[in-house]
């Protein structure tokens, strides 16, 4: 069955170092793939999408890579900031036209001042 | 002004009670969805509707009714609440179904709680 995994421990690193968060999937050949930002008691709101065709996409100081062969997205945050401490979801999509998107478990990221 | 609203927040009821989420949405897009997030965060689609359509409806128990009286609108209905029903549901929508640019916008959640 379709899996994906994020990294279910917190991840705790130093302000103005680099996080990095791993989503790897099994068993599904998605067309794109995003990353959702989630804070306490809210709901997840959308910071990027990757298509299966590109291997990076930068957002000001978010940065995505998606590796089809080895079925893993990596998402990096530079500079990271306290602000940025939150849960991130990475979530799949087919080439089908439902809409439907499959979410990982999220990895908490704790960045310390 | 917000984008996607769910009411209520909070709703906490007995087993076996039949409850009501409600859902809209001021964005002018034609889906909309309901997610269930259970204590373990894994966030799952259970239905979407494209314009007043349901396009989605994963294996979710017909105790779960989904009706949109217009595209601005999804609610969601639970009959006979169960202990496992207990769970944040959020909401959310998208633009159009059929691209590839998908990127859904999502409600602030109601937290069930069934006694």
């Known amino acids: 069955s379709q899996k994906i995994e994020q990294n279910s421990e917190a991840l705790n690193i130093q302000e103005g170092k680099t996080a990095t968060l791993t989503c790897n999937y099994t068993?599904?050949?998605?067309?794109?793939l995003q990353w959702y930002r989630q804070d306490p008691g809210r709901g997840p709101v959308f910071l990027l999408l990757i298509r299966e065709n590109e291997k990076e996409k930068r957002k000001e100081r978010l940065k995505v890579t998606f590796d089809t062969t080895l079925k893993q997205s990596l998402f990096h945050i530079t500079a990271s900031q306290p602000a940025d401490s939150a849960t991130y979801l990475c979530?799949?999509?087919?080439?089908?036209?439902?809409?439907?998107?499959?979410f990982g478990q999220g990895t908490t990221l704790q960045v310390k001042p | 002004d917000t984008a996607v609203s769910q009411t209520p927040k909070y709703l906490v009821t007995q087993m076996g009670n039949d409850k009501s989420i409600k859902c809209e949405q001021n964005?002018?897009?034609?889906?909309m969805y309901w997610y269930k997030q259970d204590s373990k965060k894994f966030l799952k689609i259970m239905f979407s509707y494209n314009n007043k359509e349901l396009i989605i409806n994963e294996t979710v128990p017909n105790r779960f009714s989904p009706k949109s009286p217009d595209k601005a609108h999804l609610n969601l209905h639970i009959n006979s609440l169960e202990l496992g029903d207990s769970a944040v549901y959020f909401c959310?929508?998208?633009?159009?179904?059929?691209?590839?640019?998908?990127?859904?916008?999502f409600g602030p959640g109601t937290r069930l709680t069934v006694l």
């Open positions: 979530a799949l999509s087919g080439s089908g036209n439902t809409g439907k998107l499959i």
């Open positions: 964005l002018g897009h034609d889906t």
């Open positions: 068993n599904y050949s998605p067309a794109y």
């Open positions: 959310a929508s998208s633009q159009e179904v059929a691209t590839a640019y998908n990127e859904q916008f």
